[in-house]
């Protein structure tokens, strides 16, 4: 899951995908926490992305701009913001059966480095219409822990 592509409209950008977070069983709700590195010119940018997913009768969360991601790594509370929250990342998918939506958090590495060296991690997303909570699971934490070491050590 820990991958890395090239093109030359942006470059290259290395990326954990798919990184779902485990879900209580019959949940409302599924939420991933992918992280990236983009090169812009010289520099690395990284950033984490909340991806949503939840039926059409339970609709979106709908994250604002602001502080909307808040991950606690073995107690430590750390804050992502969002520039735009999901306004324009949201839509019906799968015959409209289905609410997605994503938004984007600039990160630092330091705050990369934190979260995989923790050994409970707690991730909460917060949006207008709920607040959804999960933990990371041995996978996430293996699959985090290899993005930051090959890409923001």
């Known amino acids: 899951k820990v991958m890395s592509y090239h093109d030359d409209y942006s470059g290259t950008t290395d990326m954990l995908v798919d990184n779902e977070l485990p879900s209580p069983p019959q949940p409302r709700e599924v939420i991933w926490l992918d992280a990236f590195r983009v090169f812009k010119g010289t520099q690395r940018v990284f950033y984490l992305q909340a991806r949503y997913l ?4 339970v609709g979106w969360v709908e994250v604002e701009p602001g502080v909307s991601l808040v991950i606690t790594a073995d107690g430590e509370t750390v804050r992502f913001v969002s520039a ?3 306004v324009n ?3 019906m998918i799968r015959g409209r059966k289905f609410a997605k939506e994503e938004a984007l958090y600039e990160a630092q590495p330091d705050q990369l480095r934190k979260i995989a060296q923790a050994k409970q991690v707690k991730v909460q997303l917060k ?3 709920g607040l959804i909570e999960r933990e990371f699971g041995p996978k996430n934490h293996a699959d985090f822990r290899a993005f930051v070491g090959r890409f923001a050590l």
């Open 127 to 129: 949006g207008v219409k």
């Open 89 to 91: 990342r949201r839509e």
């Open 84 to 86: 735009t929250g999901s």
């Open 54 to 57: 939840a039926t059409a009768e």
